[in-house]
């Protein structure tokens, strides 16, 4: 693990995503860490990502209580809670096993609720941008070029070196017993 990945200014990003691949190497070894991984790789990025947002809404409520896209981020929290709680427990196949295979099972319920919970959190985004306009304008400085195209150059730098990273990973399996040709 980079150390990159343990800089709190980048969140861990390198984590979450190596976490999602983590399960391809050794799914059938150990299926119960895979299942947890999987869901530490959505519920992390999550979590680091609305942090800012959680804390003004439930821990400045005399700002939130003015503020009209407060409803919006609190239904796109639960939107998100009920995804991954559909995620997670696979339901409702899991009580009518057959019944729900091609429509309405927990992955289609996921990404509806996926869904939702993005449209909620763009108009959130939308609200919250105009209404706190004025008090961005005088508070904050506009970023500058160069801060929008190297934070857009480490993105793709992350990106490119998880995916030569497990590329080359791929490539060090060595082959089962069954496939090699006797000399």
């Known amino acids: 693990m980079s150390q990159v990945a343990g800089n709190p200014c980048f969140g861990g ?3 979450p995503t190596r976490a999602s691949f983590l399960p391809v190497f050794f799914e059938i070894q150990k299926p119960g860490i895979c299942k947890m991984l999987r869901v530490l790789a959505f519920a992390f990025p999550y979590t680091w990502d609305s942090l800012p947002v959680l804390f003004r809404v439930f821990l400045l409520p ?5 503020n009209e896209a407060t409803v919006y981020h609190q239904k796109h929290v639960a939107m998100t809670l009920l995804a991954s709680f559909f995620y997670s427990a696979h339901l409702p196949e ?3 096993p057959g019944r729900f295979d091609y429509i309405g099972h927990s992955h289609q ?3 509806v609720c996926v869904i939702l919970a993005t449209h909620m959190q763009m108009e959130a985004i939308l609200l919250d941008k105009t209404l706190r306009k004025e008090w961005l304008l005088t508070h904050c400085r506009p970023l500058v070029f160069a801060q929008i195209a190297g934070a857009i150059l480490l993105c793709l730098i992350f990106s490119l070196s998880n995916i030569v990273y497990f590329s080359a990973a791929l490539y060090r399996i060595p082959e089962p017993e069954l496939h090699k040709k006797e000399t």
């Not at 005399?62 to 003015?66: G, I, M």
């Open 62 to 66: 005399w700002e939130s209580a003015e």
């Open 109 to 111: 319920l996921f990404h």
């Open 94 to 96: 899991r009580l009518a």
């Open 13 to 15: 990003w390198p984590s």
